[in-house]
């Protein structure tokens, strides 16, 4: 039950902080679609880095110092959002975020799998905590007030984090670049890299799309409230469920979610497409970390590198995405997002096959 309350407050530390700094670049520091587009791609850089880097460590030396270190070094960094008041100040923050963000996610996940076993019911707590930051944010408003908040979640998570117990942990032998890894899982890696980029570009600039829809920030932070409740009933529920089943229904929700967007014409109207987003998620996210623990020994690493790569199609999508929207408006980077999630549905079930038939010996191994 730590473990997952040490989910829940990173995880709303980290959504409050950054639900309205896209809105505060936009309207108080005048930055264009573009520009946010790439402040959200750096934090995303770095996140990338620093999980799989951090996830590898942990399986190489063990979790308490990446779990505990992580989860303090993000709380310092969110309270230094409070004195960041221009662009540029805001991206290097952001960027520390991102690299602090990364560390613990990992070690925490394989903490909690060695010693619990649910994975579903542990992300559950991530979404809910997903939905408490974003509906904090959207009541406090005032952005230092939120960045204070979100820091001191970050700050409670590690003291509760240094009553954990590690024992009997197990350290494997990581290569630096374990290419044989990312090739034995890669129906999920790649996949999931094509839907996520796709999400990306919609979410750079969603709470601008509800803005202007007409959505006042407590209503934006309801919209994203009803997405993370969501998915903390759906994760709760799909432990049961087979791998690819769950995966395979997370790319089928993407497919029907993204393009109903585009049929949004009031704030309220969104709110039933955040129950089949969510219910997207959950199954593609649970999907893919059971996929992962069940195919690897070094769960740290393997976890990590999922992270990694979510964190580049976060980065393409940003960039994207910030360029789409300005050139071909919010409904362009919808329909490209529906294009690129049926790509990575393909890519699933075609590499999904592949890998059970080598592992089958139906298709012989390189070099056999």
């Not at 129950?275 to 970390?289: K, P």
Request: aromatic share 14%; charged share 10%.
């Amino acid at each position: 039950m730590k473990a997952g309350y040490i989910q829940l407050l990173s995880s709303a530390g980290l959504s409050g902080a950054a639900l309205l700094i896209p809105n505060m670049l936009r309207d108080d520091l005048g930055a264009n679609t573009m520009e946010i587009g790439l402040i959200t791609a750096s934090f995303n850089l770095a996140l990338f880095a620093s999980s799989y880097i951090f996830g590898r460590a942990s399986d190489v030396h063990g979790r308490k110092l990446y779990l505990q270190g992580g989860l303090a070094l993000t709380a310092i960094a969110l309270f230094l959002l409070v004195f960041a008041n221009s662009k540029e100040t805001i991206a290097v923050v952001r960027i520390m975020i991102g690299l602090c963000a990364g560390i613990y996610p990992s070690a925490l996940l394989t903490y909690v799998y060695e010693t619990e076993g649910k994975i579903g019911k542990f992300t559950a707590y991530g979404s809910l905590g997903f939905g408490i930051g974003t509906f904090i944010a959207g009541i406090l408003t005032i952005y230092y007030e939120i960045f204070l908040a979100s820091g001191i979640m970050l700050l409670v998570a590690y003291f509760i984090s240094t009553r954990l117990m590690f024992v009997g942990e197990k350290v494997h032998q990581v290569p630096l670049f374990p290419v044989a890894m990312i090739r034995h899982n890669f129906p999920v890696y790649i996949s999931i890299m094509f839907r996520h980029t796709g999400a990306n570009m919609i979410w750079v600039v969603y709470p601008l799309f509800l803005a202007d829809l007409g959505a006042t920030p407590l209503f934006i932070g309801a919209v994203y409230g009803v997405n993370a409740i969501a998915q903390y009933v759906f994760m709760r529920y799909i432990d049961r469920f087979k791998t690819y089943h769950l995966v395979m229904a997370g790319f089928l929700f993407s497919i029907i979610t993204f393009p109903s967007y585009t049929l949004a014409t009031r704030p309220e109207e969104i709110l039933p497409m955040q129950v089949s987003i969510a219910a997207a998620w959950s199954c593609l996210y649970v999907g893919s970390i059971k996929y992962l623990m069940e195919r690897n020994e070094e769960k740290g690493t393997s976890s990590g590198l999922l992270q990694s790569f979510l964190s580049i199609s976060a980065i393409i999508g940003a960039l994207v995405g910030g360029v789409t929207v300005f050139a071909l408006g919010y409904h362009g980077a919808m329909y490209i997002a529906t294009i690129l999630a049926i790509l990575g549905f393909v890519v699933f079930m075609i590499g999904n096959r592949f890998m059970s038939g080598k592992e089958k010996g139906i298709i012989a191994p390189k070099g056999v």
